[in-house]
Nanobody, 117 residues
Framework: QRQLVESGGGLVQPGGSLRLSCATS????????MAWYRQAPGKQRELVAS???????DYADSVKGRFTISRDSTKPTVHLQMNNLKPEDTAVYYC???????????WGRGTQVTASS
């Protein structure tokens, strides 16, 4: 049983918006650090945004002011609202849930985000 299920990727013109969602179990949602990573072709995976169970957030400098990570405890789901998308945001985006190292946590399958005209 997959612990993290992502949705919401797609193709959008530069300047457009997308919202990614990551559905998980109540236990993981209330206990783990939830995060979004991305990996573009030929590049290393990078942390985009994270949110603790208490709601504290952190962002990569490249997305500050454009992306917002949030939690919906009624689902339970973590969202990544992406505004003013740029071509350099194009990547596969992965949801992660971890207690320590991200590599030791749970990963979603990934969802493609493409910002292109």
């Amino acid at each position: 049983q997959r612990q993290l299920v992502e949705s919401g990727g797609g193709l959008v013109q530069p300047g457009g918006s997308l919202r990614l969602s990551c559905a998980t179990s109540g236990y993981i949602f209330s206990t783990y650090l939830m995060a979004w990573y991305r990996q573009a072709p030929g590049k290393q995976r990078e942390l985009v945004a994270s949110i603790t169970s208490a709601g504290n957030t952190d962002y990569a400098d490249s997305v500050k002011g454009r992306f917002t990570i949030s939690r919906d405890s009624t689902k339970p789901t973590v969202h990544l609202q992406m505004n003013n998308l740029k071509p350099e945001d194009t990547a596969v985006y992965y949801c992660n849930a971890a207690l320590g190292s991200a590599d030791d946590g749970y990963w979603g399958r990934g969802t493609q985000v493409t910002a292109s005209s």
